[in-house]
């Protein structure tokens, strides 16, 4: 719209992208999940599932962070962000490790869906920014907001 501003479009961005990974991680279970039972049986299901919820994990916690910081000040903006994805890592991390010592996960099948639903995100990330125009070097994160 001609009246929007650099942070209208950087929310819009944003929860755009948040919305689109939200359907794209659906459909990607519901397909995975489907495949992984026809192909790998109950410990294929499980396995995609999971990957799902990694890939979600993945995506939705920066995607949510960026809608929760945008406005505030850069430096606040950064320690939203740059938290969410430290507690994201360690999550993941001892998420990983746990079920690496479930025996009922097809772990081939976990990688596979892990690599489709992060790729999802990243993609979609990529481009809700591309087509919103926010500008890389002059963030409407500056702090001065009325």
């Known amino acids: 719209m001609a009246g929007d501003t650099n942070d209208d479009a950087e929310a819009r961005a944003y929860r755009?992208?948040?919305?689109?990974?939200?359907i794209s991680l659906a459909a990607i279970a519901v397909v995975s999940a489907a495949a992984a039972a026809a192909l790998r049986g109950p410990d294929g299901v499980w396995a995609a599932l999971a990957g799902v919820a990694l890939a979600a994990l993945s995506g939705m916690v920066t995607q949510g962070a960026m809608i929760v910081g945008h406005r505030r000040d850069p430096a606040v903006f950064a320690s939203i962000v740059?938290?969410?994805?430290?507690?994201?890592?360690?999550?993941?991390?001892?998420?990983?490790?746990?079920?690496?010592?479930?025996?009922?996960i097809d772990r081939s099948t976990f990688g596979i869906v892990v690599l489709i639903g992060v790729s999802a995100t990243l993609a979609i990330d990529l481009f809700a920014v591309r087509r919103?125009?926010?500008?890389?070097t002059g963030s409407s994160?500056?702090?001065?907001?009325s």
């Not at 994160?141 to 907001?145: A, C, F, I, L």
């Open 132 to 136: 919103s125009r926010v500008s890389y």
């Open 82 to 104: 740059g938290g969410a994805w430290l507690a994201k890592m360690s999550v993941i991390v001892v998420g990983v490790l746990l079920l690496s010592r479930v025996d009922g």
């Open 16 to 22: 755009w992208a948040l919305t689109a990974t939200g």
């Open 141 to 145: 994160s500056n702090g001065e907001r």
